[in-house]
């Protein structure tokens, strides 16, 4: 069976930082582009950030880019999102998805970990 695990979310105050990973199993993981959505309360869930199946090449959301990196260990199966300067805005529910590259329209979700951002 196919799991998405995210962890790594928590508390943090306006300009810190957290790291999020989310680990992948029962997928042939270098053959899936991650990527990182959220949902905040109240809000649609949207696009945060995504990387290539080889991490050759990632692209954010306007909202984020500059403050977040997304980056993957293919060895390892996990994909990360380090979150820098973190801003109350960021506060939400976050998720990662895997996209397969080698059977177009086949994709996973995780579960979510929360982010909050509050002084």
């Known amino acids: 069976q196919v799991h998405l695990v995210e962890s790594g979310g928590g508390s943090v105050q306006p300009g810190g930082s957290l790291r999020l990973s989310c680990a992948a199993s029962g997928i042939t993981f270098g053959g899936y582009a991650m990527r990182w959505y959220r949902q905040a309360p109240g809000k649609e869930r949207e696009f945060v950030a995504a990387?290539?199946?080889?991490?050759?090449?990632?692209n954010y959301a306007d909202s984020v880019k500059g403050r977040f990196t997304i980056s993957r260990d293919n060895a390892k199966s996990t994909v990360s999102l380090q979150m820098n300067s973190l801003k109350s805005e960021d506060t939400a529910v976050y998720y990662c998805?895997?996209?397969?590259?080698?059977?177009?329209?086949?994709?996973?979700w995780g579960q979510g970990t929360q982010v909050i951002v509050s002084s």
């Open positions: 998805k895997a996209d397969s590259r080698l059977v177009p329209g086949v994709s996973f």
């Open positions: 990387i290539t199946s080889a991490g050759a090449y990632a």
